[in-house]
């Protein structure tokens, strides 16, 4: 079989940019047949951009503080990111509501990972208030974004118990671990085309999803 052409990819971020790094590593290692020709943060002192220009991968920074409204904003964005003709857009930690217009520019290759199991806890806060709200279980989704926020469909869930004594921070910090593992299996499967987003949801191997794949810690990714 003919290797098929890495995915052109872009990413997005504001921040740490863990999520950016564990999908470097995947494609620097061959698991993740992308090219991620470029890494945007609409924050200069964004840690990920130190480690996309530590894997060579090119960066920008498009400042909000510079436009008064989010239109003018999201279609400068749009400009800079079509440069790349990524055919999959990647949000990681891009902490900005995107307007409808961008959203319906990228329908179908724009994605995001949101920490908790949606559609449990839109929004932010999200370990806060799964600690608050008694549940057991917790975790993290990666879906493909469309303009209700948060309410895209979803992709691939990873899921965690909550236990005695956890803070908003030991449960984030064993959500990342999950993020790290699902982000970059969801931008494979896209990648691979066996993952597509359909009028009425999500398809796998061409057949569509009534719920997501919901993997646990320490199940392996084989097979998957
Ligand atoms: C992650 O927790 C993700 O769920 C949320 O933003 C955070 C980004 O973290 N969307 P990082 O910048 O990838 O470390």
Redesign the pocket.
Known sequence: MQPRTPLPVVVL?S??????QALIDAQQAGKLPTDIRAVISNRADAY?LVRAEAAGIETAVLSHREFSDREQYDRQLITLIDRYQPGLVIL??FMRILSDHFVKHYLGRLI????SLLPAFRGLNTHERALASGVQRHG?SVHYVTPELDAGPVIVQASIPIVKGDTPATLAARV?IQ?HRIYPLAAKWIAEGRVQMRDDGVYKDGVRQDFPPVLEPGQTLEGF
């Open positions: 971020i921040g740490n940019g863990s999520n950016l990920g990681a930690g995001n990972i949101h920490p993290c990342q993020e």
